[in-house]
């Protein structure tokens, strides 16, 4: 069974750690983690220690680090551009993206999206919402959530744009690939990409692609995509 990973702002520069605050309380009150037993500190950007505990207080562990390591970006990064959607469907479509390894979550205002963000919460939900799957998914690297784009935005957007379309003639699995810098997908929300938002994407060089016959949901689309990519890629 891997080690528990908890994240801390910054990896400690010795060899002795109290983890203490929301990552502590969690893994002496919750996972009630005992002295002998191992974990691992990631700082979200590669670097990981694994350690022991060595005592354990009211919401805080003191341990030992035994080992480091650190895990380079992936290149290609994998981008995905989630339209907003209604309800727990953006939430539950971040939370399995950062599971199976997007680099990168850029929320979209697109033309069907029913929710509208009015303020800062929606957007702190998606992080919060990545931070716990990368913790489960043990990810050293923690995904981005950037603030909201519109599609005047997202056109000017460099790299290899693909846009996931149910019209589209060419499948995923077949297109090109780059080697390096980054491959962008975009994810309508539940009413799908407008008609004047893939005009305007495709002008600006975008490439409509398919997953298959089957129409997805918004909150499952993303998650096939970048499964379909990790697999060309040679990441899984």
């Known amino acids: 069974m891997s080690l528990p990973l908890f994240l801390v702002d910054a990896l400690p520069e010795g060899d002795e750690f109290r983890l203490d605050g929301p990552e502590g309380h969690h893994a002496a009150t919750v996972q009630r983690l005992r002295v002998g037993e191992g974990l691992l500190l990631g700082d979200g950007r590669g670097g990981t220690a694994t350690a022991v505990v060595t005592a354990v207080g009211r919401g805080t562990l003191d341990v030992t680090i035994t ?34 390894g997007v680099d990168e979550i850029i929320p979209w205002v697109a033309a069907r999206s029913v929710a509208k963000w009015k303020d800062d919460r929606p957007l702190n939900r998606w992080r919060s919402t990545v931070r ?3 913790k489960q998914a043990r990810r050293p690297r923690m995904p981005e959530v950037t603030e909201p784009v519109t599609t005047s935005v997202l056109a000017r957007r460099p790299g290899p744009l693909l846009v996931l379309h149910e019209e589209a003639s060419v499948p995923l699995s077949r297109v090109d690939l780059p080697d390096a810098g980054e491959i962008t997908l975009v994810v309508g929300p539940e009413g799908g ?41 040679g990441r899984w």
């Open 67 to 100: 080992d480091r390591g650190y895990v380079p970006p992936p290149a290609p990064r994998l981008v995905v551009v989630q339209g907003i959607a209604k309800g727990d469907r953006g939430e539950l479509a971040v939370q399995a993206m950062t599971e199976v």
């Open 132 to 134: 716990e799957a990368a």
């Open 193 to 233: 990409i407008a008609p004047d938002e893939l005009t305007t994407l495709s002008a600006a060089g975008a490439q409509s692609v398919r997953l298959g016959p089957e129409v997805l949901r918004t909150s499952t689309a993303g998650v096939a995509a970048l499964a379909a990519l990790s697999v060309r890629l």
